[in-house]
């Protein structure tokens, strides 16, 4: 998408990523700035269901024409669902950020690690900084 | 994420051209420069269907000149410069020089850089650098061209302004605006191009047909309007990078580096090491025993895309890889032991701790329909 959007319903991290939390689980994918500062994704390999992700370490990568760059999880848990449809088309990562672009599903090992992320208005002031 | 510029950047004289485009724009070997517009793969495929022009501002320019000027290049340049021709041009008024690819080489045969060098005149020749190398190749020529008094070297980096016009349509979306018939592949030559004073040369580095012009850079904002609004599709340094890759071009840095030699490289053909250039000896040494590794070109057999930096399993390593937008698949070049350098050859690339299969392929990866 060509403008910048950070929907109010998301958690965000200051490393460019967002959370849905749906109660125990939570849906993650990166921001509208990540994504425009990376560029044409070009390919996404989803890791796999069951491995554990830490909140602030990388669980995976995205890879744009020059680049890889880790992916940091907002929360901890365990993976239940990757976005597989990114195999094919990993350009909705940057045409859908929130959307199609999501990347993995997870249940979460500790709910509270919520309140230390940001709401959407923080993120953004974050970005102006 | 890529880090926002820095101020200490230097800009080209397109800077505005590139901001009007929607460029982002990145630091590069100390410039400002755009790596992509709309998107990288869209720039990439414009150059191999049609036309895209590229901002390479940033490349240095030396000019050597006076009678001892061949001698010098001769003694510093890998090629034999004496094949370099220079004639008065079909119009009888200007003169059309021949172009010609090199190394500089140390003593011991490592890279300093690769470039073009074109002849403008029978005892005046242009070299283009590399832009991180620019500082570094000039203090080369200098301290070279005290043995060569009749030889005068100059830093025309400040006087030239340099846009890359590539693709199928290339040629044509530039003749428009020509005063004359374009020089021919691999010549260079004056025009006047929407009435600005330019050298018209016929090289670039993306595998398709096309011209470089070098003009002086308050003319640059006025010939890349002009371009584009013919159809050229601006195009940054991702779809460069894309684009030389599946033509197996070296990228200094990546390929090419003082650790190596140009037999290594696979750039023998444009050693002549009897013309005594520096490093002709080991270069020759390295071609009469056969260097222990060599570059190889790559294509992945799987998904994925390896890097530079990745390790290759049994000795090795990628040079540079990308996902290529014309083949669909993860491409790259790597310098391999020479025993598992032959087409054909499998490999097992170690992609960030997962093993990917390759296989290495002739070179180019892409040749463009003729």
Known sequence: MAEASYPEDLLYHPEHDWARVEGEQATLGITWFAQDALGEVVFFEPPAVGTSVAKDAAYTEVESVKAVSDVIAPLSGEIVEVNGALAENPQAINEDPYGDGWLVRVRLSDPSEREALMDAASYVSSLAS | ?370
């Open chain 2, 1 to 370: 994420m890529s880090a926002p510029a820095s101020p200490s950047l230097r800009r080209t004289p397109l800077f505005g051209c590139h901001q009007a485009a929607g460029a982002r724009l990145v630091g590069f070997a100390g410039w400002e420069m755009p790596v992509h517009y709309q998107g990288a793969r869209a720039e990439h495929i414009a150059v191999r269907e049609a036309c895209g022009i590229f901002d390479v501002s940033h490349m240095g320019q030396i000019e050597t000149s006076g009678p001892q000027a061949q001698a010098l290049l001769q003694r510093l340049l890998s090629n034999d410069l004496t094949a370099i021709s220079f004639g008065v041009g079909p119009d009888g008024g200007q003169g059309t020089g021949g172009a010609q690819y090199s190394v500089l080489c140390r003593e011991d045969g490592g890279v300093l850089d690769d470039l073009f060098t074109y002849r403008l005149d029978s005892e005046r020749y242009l070299t283009v650098t590399n832009a991180a190398n620019h500082g570094r190749d000039l203090h080369w020529f200098r301290a070279h061209a005290r043995e060569f008094p009749q030889a005068q070297v100059s830093d025309l980096i400040e006087d030239y302004a340099m846009l890359a016009v590539q693709g199928p349509r290339a040629r044509e979306l530039v003749q428009a605006i020509s005063d004359s018939p374009l020089p021919r592949r691999m010549t260079a030559s004056r025009r006047r191009l929407a009435g600005a004073e330019a050298l018209v040369c016929g090289t670039g580095y993306t595998g398709e047909d096309g011209v470089e012009l070098l003009c002086a850079p308050e003319d640059a904002p006025l010939l890349w309007d002009e371009i584009v609004r013919r159809g050229a599709v601006p195009a940054g340094l991702a779809a460069r990078d894309t684009l030389r890759l599946e033509a197996c071009y070296c990228l200094y840095g990546n390929e090419l580096s003082l650790e190596r030699g140009p037999i290594e490289a696979g750039l023998g053909w444009c050693c002549r090491e009897h013309t005594g250039f520096i490093g002709a000896t080991a270069v020759a040494a390295t071609r009469e025993a056969g260097p222990a590794e060599m570059l190889v070109a790559f294509a992945l057999q799987e998904a994925g895309i390896a890097r530079a930096g990745n390790p290759v399993l049994g000795g090795g390593e990628v040079t540079s890889g990308t996902l290529s937008p014309s083949l669909r698949r993860g491409i790259g070049m790597a310098y391999v032991p020479v025993a598992r350098a032959a087409v054909g050859t499998r490999l097992e690339i170690d992609v960030r701790g997962k093993m990917r299969a390759a296989v290495i392929e002739q070179k180019p990866l892409y040749r463009k329909a003729s």
